[in-house]
């Protein structure tokens, strides 16, 4: 079993759809990253949460310490939200490490 | 201030050869990593340097994998010689300091091995 899990693996929604992309973690964390990749390998930081919820634009990104699990909403969806959105756990104590997701493929159609 | 450069963007060398990338981490930034990404997983770790001393090489390919950081700035990873499972994206990512908030990452380097 993988530290740092998401589901769904694979999603696609329609222009305009509030989408959910959930991130589950085994590990101790100092902080939680969330990550979008478009095509083409570059990653882009969206955010990094330790405790509450941020949002910034469309995107809101929450975090549960005690249940250890995170999410990713998008409002108002569009084609450009079109990535792979990546979890990455960045592991309390002496050596931390940068623990990452599999990653979610999300595709908005017009 | 300017992000992570990296190059080159893709790569396509046959089995056996050598290859090198390169990464150039935003200034002042003393913790550098490269990940190998292959097609349809997360980024994992190869090596991780502060300054340029290694953290941690745990899951790098000893055998056919090198890395440095000589100067503590500009970095270069190896393969030698390549195999086709090495086909993947390289990542380098740096941030301020070891497990520092704000990690930056750059674009990648894409390699096809045939």
């Known amino acids: 079993k993988n530290e740092v899990e998401q589901s769904p693996q694979n999603l696609t929604a329609q222009e305009g759809e509030f989408i959910t992309i959930n991130c589950s973690y085994s590990v101790g964390i100092s902080a939680l990253h969330w990550l979008q990749q478009h095509p083409g390998g570059g990653i882009v930081s969206l955010f990094m949460l330790s405790s509450g919820k941020k949002k910034h634009g469309r995107l809101i990104a929450t975090i549960n310490i005690q249940e250890k699990h995170s999410s990713l909403h998008i409002t108002a969806s569009h084609p450009r939200d079109s990535a792979v959105y990546i979890c990455?756990?960045?592991?309390?104590?002496?050596?931390?490490?940068?623990?990452f997701g599999k990653g979610m493929k999300l595709t908005v159609n017009p | 201030e300017a992000g992570v450069a990296q190059s080159p963007r893709y790569k396509i060398i046959e089995k056996r050869q050598s290859v090198a990338f390169w990464c150039n981490p935003i200034?002042?930034?003393?913790?550098l990593y490269w990940y190998q990404q292959i097609l349809g997983q997360g980024p994992k770790l190869l090596i991780q340097f502060q300054n340029n001393g290694v953290v941690d090489d745990s899951q790098l390919p000893k055998d056919r994998f090198s890395a440095e950081r000589l100067k503590g700035v500009d970095s270069t990873l190896k393969i030698q010689p390549a195999k086709l499972e090495d086909s993947a994206v390289y990542l380098c990512?740096?941030?301020?300091?070891?497990?520092?908030?704000?990690?930056?990452f750059g674009s990648g380097t894409r390699l096809t091995v045939v």
């Open positions: 200034s002042g930034h003393a913790t």
């Open positions: 990512a740096s941030s301020l300091t070891t497990g520092a908030f704000g990690y930056t």
């Open positions: 990455a756990a960045l592991t309390q104590g002496g050596s931390e490490k940068l623990v």
